[in-house]
């Protein structure tokens, strides 16, 4: 069955989080962009970094001509990896172990029953017909009408009419 990441809501909510938004704030505010996408040690740290460089511009250790570039690289480098963790998250929430907890696939069981009780009231259907009616993700429905064609339950032929591929429960 699934195995629930530890922090998998963490994640899920990284992963919601606007890439556009994600990368100006972090550009302009490095730790702020951190603190909006919930990564708190990296948004100490960038500010304690941020401050360094601010110090060091005041206490005139390193020439403005080498600082300027130098906080440049910095900023644009944390919005490049803020925006790269919100994108990594986004990736960890659809793998198998770590779907987001509001949209997790129902047991396959359940999912042959709902399909099939669609299926015969409808008839003739698609794959996206029985998303739609369903409301289940299409990698499932796709899997869970393989199974039940192999099983002798579901037929698929192509629709003469227009040739797109059709299941009828039987």
Same mark, same amino acid.
């Given at each position: 069955?699934?195995?629930?990441?530890?922090?998998?809501?963490?994640?899920?909510?990284?992963?919601?989080?606007?890439?556009?938004?994600?990368?100006?704030?972090?550009?302009?505010?490095?730790?702020?962009?951190?603190?909006?996408?919930?990564?708190?040690?990296? *948004?100490?740290?960038?500010?304690?970094?941020?401050?360094?460089?601010?110090?060091?511009?005041?206490?005139?250790?390193? %020439?403005?001509?080498?600082?300027?570039?130098?906080?440049?690289?910095?900023?644009?480098? *944390?919005?490049?990896?803020?925006?790269?963790?919100?994108?990594? *998250?986004?990736?960890?929430?659809?793998?198998?172990?770590?779907?987001?907890?509001?949209? *997790?696939?129902?047991?396959?069981?359940?999912?042959?029953?709902?399909?099939?009780?669609?299926?015969?009231?409808?008839?003739?259907?698609?794959?996206? %017909?029985?998303?739609?009616?369903?409301?289940?993700?299409?990698?499932?429905?796709?899997?869970?009408?393989?199974?039940?064609?192999?099983?002798?339950?579901?037929?698929?032929?192509?629709?003469?009419?227009?040739?797109?591929?059709?299941?009828?429960?039987?």
């Amino acid at each position: 069955m699934l195995n629930p990441h530890p922090n998998s809501q963490g994640i899920q909510k990284r992963a919601d989080k606007n890439l556009g938004i994600t990368a100006l704030l972090t550009l302009f505010v490095p730790f702020g962009g951190y603190i909006y996408t919930l990564r708190y040690t990296a *948004a100490v740290l960038t500010f304690l970094a941020t401050m360094f460089l601010f110090s060091a511009e005041e206490m005139e250790i390193v %020439d403005d001509d080498v600082l300027s570039p130098l906080y440049g690289l910095f900023a644009v480098s *944390a919005a490049v990896e803020n925006s790269l963790s919100v994108r990594k *998250a986004r990736e960890l929430t659809r793998k198998p172990g770590l779907t987001p907890l509001s949209t *997790a696939p129902i047991s396959f069981p359940q999912a042959q029953v709902q399909i099939i009780k669609v299926g015969k009231q409808q008839g003739e259907m698609t794959v996206t %017909d029985f998303v739609v009616a369903t409301e289940l993700p299409p990698a499932q429905v796709k899997e869970t009408l393989m199974e039940l064609e192999h099983s002798d339950l579901v037929r698929s032929h192509n629709r003469e009419s227009d040739g797109v591929v059709v299941y009828q429960v039987i």
